[in-house]
C-alpha cells in the first residue's frame, strides 16, 4: 500500500477531461448504434414471425434498454467528470486559502 497520495488540480481536470472524452466516444457509439437500427426499422415484417422477433421482450425491448443502459452510463461519466472539476476547485481553494493564512 503507498504511504502517500498525492493529487493536484490539474490531474484531476486532466481526468475530468479524458472522462468526458470517453462519453462522448460511447454515445458517437450509441448514437451509430441507433442510426443503423432506425434505417433498418421494421425489416422483420409485420407477419407471426416479425411480431415474435420485435415485441414483447424482443428486439424492440432489448434496444431500449440497451439506449437507456448505455445512455445512464454516459450521463454517470459526465458526472464523474463534473465533481472531479469540483474537487479540483475544492482543492485549489484551500490551498490558496492556505497560502494566504501562512502569508499573514
Do not use: C, I
Not at 454517470?76 to 469540483?86: E, N, P, S, W
Amino acid at each position: 500500500m503507498a504511504d502517500k497520495v498525492e493529487v493536484t488540480p490539474h490531474e484531476l481536470r486532466k481526468v475530468a477531461d479524458d472522462l468526458d472524452g470517453s462519453a462522448r466516444n460511447v454515445k458517437a457509439v450509441l448514437d451509430r448504434l441507433a442510426g443503423a437500427r432506425h434505417a433498418h426499422e421494421g425489416k422483420w415484417g409485420g407477419d407471426d414471425f416479425g411480431k415474435q422477433f420485435s415485441g414483447g421482450n424482443g428486439y424492440k425491448k432489448g434496444a431500449e434498454n440497451l439506449d437507456s443502459a448505455v445512455g445512464s452510463k454516459v450521463q454517470l461519466l459526465h458526472d464523474y467528470a463534473g465533481g472531479l472539476r469540483g474537487g479540483a476547485d475544492e482543492l485549489e481553494g484551500a490551498e490558496d486559502d492556505n497560502r494566504r493564512r501562512f502569508k499573514s
